[in-house]
């Protein structure tokens, strides 16, 4: 059982290797070298260029202004002089509501821990319950986090009025702090819906499982639906194609097209020093063999080659009627149109004509978009069956780090190590370092896994796959990480009494095992919450990927631009990191508030950490307008009333028969709270309202009476391999698709359609000539 010597020198080793993250990241990111690394994002916005340019050779590749390192922490008041209006405008709504999340754990935890330390404390502490216990059975092992903890505390004791009434005040805070930050949250959305630039998302809606019919294309039967359905509103429509093959080669282009930039520069070098050298390659696997070539002529040769197939591929896919999907992106003459269709069942047949919200363009998944509807459910039925599988294996490798944890358990398995482990600097190493960084080893491959799973269930948004994948990841956390730390670290250190006991028993068993975690926990946090994210600003992989790149693979400035990796939150792996600690001090601040301090330690670091990230690395795949908030405070809630149910667990094996009961009203008020937040602001997160709608496109009629809006939104949905490279081609495509839509129908049916259609799949009127037909 790790003591506080133990926790200290953990909490030593995990200090100082923080400490030396943030000082190697304070020198490295002065170096000019570095730049790239440290401050993509601004390198993106076209707002910083390479500093290497200029100077000194020496001072091309090392910072030599010595003034420099005397202010090397200047980046941490840097990070947070920004206001919140400004890094909106920066950054997005999702990236400044993500750090409001480590704001709202200080926000519930600065306070708890407060209470904790001055009323919980005093009154765990001055008991003699362990020591009285330690007495009557010599072998009994406990530490001073024990005497802090509710464990300290004699069964049937009257002192466990003090928790249930703390157990009642925390609650009551969190879920007034909630309240408040949802709020505050909802408000942020709207306004931010309210005054963000015009996009293509606000007029589209996105159409599924659309019918098929003998005598119409997917394009026609759609602008005949919604002709007759929306004929005041109606704009165009885009329907999907199944691409992915197309995707493949134009990716192979690129590759060659970027090969054959390297020579040409290459040779254009040669001869600037008067050389006329021209630039071989081999034919065979990487130019490693095969026979030798001009490398220019070949690679001409072979884009060239490529383009002609992927012209022809185009044309098969837009001629094949098998390559066209029964869906399509379908926008409106206004924000209004669009979000009554968005938000309204299109027929009497629930399946048919499915509408949805567009996901704004760079955040469409294009390659599930070719996936049938119909397959969606079977996938998401598979990929249920596999995930719960998985949760249910992996227990088996997390209990084993859970051995590591006890030296007994240690010594049981391995006797021969008992002189090596007796040892206090290794014990202390073993109880208080290892098992955190052993944890987060195991769980480093899951979250690509969960992600892979989420994209074979069919998800046509990156965000709605972000979203899925830490839902999942949350759910795993609680199983493995959290209850599979309690119940299977019990296991393993009484294995005996635990098979043997009456299931009556076993709540106790689980009950102890509580506290006696604690110091688990503590241990994971300074490892992960710690050391991990001050490692996470000295990005050392990114570091190490882009000077490589650099080095071997870099040929030309667009080989620079891209080896230069911003990366991004990842909402999937992040949010429910986060999550864990909010667990984690929600369920031990009543039974063991010495860990409480660790996890204000870890919110505050954090919040600094992803801040200057987000400021100067992070650059955001999408915006959602902070659509994640809904998920962010069900799992806050979740992670509450779990807290509540084992502390009622926990009262129950303490014989506190008067106070428990009592606990029972937590979970139904709080489960009551959730529904009613969940009812006040969850709608403005899940649909638009009509009046903001409405505003919004009266406010832009009066300042842009002649928007071309057929000629903003036609190219917007188009799939981004279908718009090749060059303008030529795209417009080419658009008048090609613009004659194939406007083909006459050969329905009977078309005789009700109120008037023939002018527009056509990616041709639509201006706003004069949509004015003018109007009545």
């Not at 509501?97 to 306070?111: A, N, S, T």
């Not at 009994?140 to 928790?163: A, C, M, V, Y």
């Not at 992960?528 to 990114?542: C, F, M, N, S, Y």
Request: glycine share 4%; hydrophobic share 45%.
């Amino acid at each position: 059982m790790a003591s506080l010597g133990d926790i200290g020198l953990a909490a030593a080793i995990n200090i100082l290797s923080a400490f030396a993250f943030l000082v190697a990241f304070a020198v490295l990111r002065l170096q000019p070298f570095n730049d790239r690394v440290y401050f993509p994002k601004w390198y993106l916005k076209g707002l910083r260029h390479s500093p290497a340019g200029s100077g000194a050779a020496v001072s091309k590749f090392v910072n030599l202004d010595l003034r420099s390192y005397l202010k090397f922490l200047n980046w941490m008041p840097a990070a947070l002089k920004m206001p919140e209006p400004e890094l909106i405008e920066h950054a997005g709504l999702d990236s400044a509501v993500y750090l409001r999340i480590y704001l709202l754990g200080l926000k519930i935890f600065v306070p708890i821990t407060l209470l904790a330390f001055v009323i919980l404390v005093p009154v765990n502490w001055t008991n003699k319950t362990l020591e009285l216990e330690k007495i009557k059975d010599p072998k009994f092992e406990f530490n001073d986090i024990d005497k802090l903890s509710i464990s300290n505390i004699p069964t049937g004791s009257q002192r466990f009025w003090t928790h249930l009434v703390m157990a009642y005040t925390f609650t009551f805070w969190t879920c007034y702090t909630l309240y408040r930050e949802y709020e505050r949250i909802t408000s942020m959305r709207l306004h931010f819906l309210a005054s963000e630039h015009r996009r293509p998302d606000q007029f589209t809606v996105l159409v599924r499982n659309v019918p098929s019919d003998p005598d119409e294309t997917v394009g026609e039967l759609v602008e005949h639906f919604f002709l007759v359905n929306h004929p005041d509103n109606y704009l165009t429509n885009q329907v999907v194609y199944n691409a992915n093959k197309l995707t493949d080669m134009v990716k192979k282009k690129k590759t060659l097209q970027n090969k054959l930039d390297y020579n040409q520069l290459k040779y254009s070098r040669s001869q600037a020093k008067n050389k006329d050298e021209r630039p071989t390659t081999k034919t065979g696997f990487l130019g490693l063999w095969g026979e030798k070539v001009d490398a220019i002529e070949y690679y001409t040769t072979e884009v060239d080659k490529l383009s002609e197939d992927i012209a022809a591929e185009r044309d098969k896919i837009m001629s094949t009627p098998k390559s066209i999907m029964p869906a399509a992106f379908v926008s409106f003459k206004t924000r209004w149109a669009a979000a009554v269709c968005a938000q309204t069942q299109q027929t009497r047949d629930p399946t048919m004509w499915l509408t949805e919200w567009a996901p704004e363009p760079r955040d469409v998944y294009w390659h599930n978009l070719a996936l049938p509807f119909v397959q969606l459910t079977i996938r998401r039925l598979i990929i249920g069956v596999a995930f719960f599988f998985l949760t249910f294996f992996f227990m088996i490798p997390i209990a084993f780090v859970q051995t590591l944890a006890n030296i007994e358990g240690i010594k049981k398995v391995a006797p021969f190590l008992k002189p090596l482990i007796d040892m206090p600097v290794i014990k202390a190493f073993i109880q208080g370092f290892l098992p955190g960084i052993a944890l987060k080893l195991f769980l480093i491959f899951l979250p690509s896994i969960l992600m892979l799973m989420s994209k074979i269930e069919g998800f046509i948004a990156l965000s709605a796959l972000e979203r899925r994948a830490a839902s999942r990841y949350y759910l795993f956390q609680i199983v493995n990480v959290f209850l599979g730390s309690i119940i299977a670290g019990t296991a393993f250190q009484q294995l005996d009494k635990f098979i043997h006991q009456s299931p009556s028993e076993i709540p106790n068993t689980i009950g102890v095992s509580i506290p006696m975690k604690a110091t688990f926990f503590i241990t994971y946090i300074m490892v992960d919450g710690w050391a991990g994210t001050a490692g996470e600003i000295l990005r050392l992989k990114p570091l190490i990927i882009y000077h490589l790149k650099n080095f071997f693979l870099v040929k030309t400035e667009k080989d620079r631009e891209e080896a230069m990796d911003a990366g991004s939150l990842g909402f999937n792996t992040g949010e429910p990191q986060i999550q864990l600690y909010f667990l984690v001090g929600l369920v031990y601040c009543v039974v063991t508030p010495f860990l409480l301090p660790y996890i204000i330690v870890f919110f505050a670091l954090a919040y600094v950490v992803y801040r200057h990230q987000i400021i100067n690395v992070y650059n955001q795949e999408y915006e959602s307008a902070a659509a994640f908030w809904p998920d962010v405070h069900g799992r806050i809630i979740t992670a509450l009333v779990i807290s509540q149910l084992l502390l009622m667990g926990l009262l129950t094996t303490k014989e506190a028969k008067q106070s428990t009961p009592l606990l029972i009203a937590l979970p139904v008020l709080t489960i009551w709270f959730h529904r009613y937040c969940k009812n006040r602001f969850e709608p403005a997160f899940v649909r638009f309202p009509l009046q903001e709608a409405m505003m919004k496109d009266t406010l832009e009629r009066a300042k842009e009476p002649n928007l071309n809006l057929k000629g903003y939104l036609q190219n917007a949905y188009i799939h981004p391999d279908f718009k090749g490279e060059d303008d030529d081609h795209s417009a080419a495509y658009n008048e090609e698709k613009e004659r194939e839509n406007l083909v006459p129908t050969k329905r009977q049916s078309r005789r009700n359609t109120p008037r023939p259609s002018k527009y056509g799949g990616s041709s639509s009127p201006t706003l004069s000539e949509v004015a003018h037909e109007e009545p």
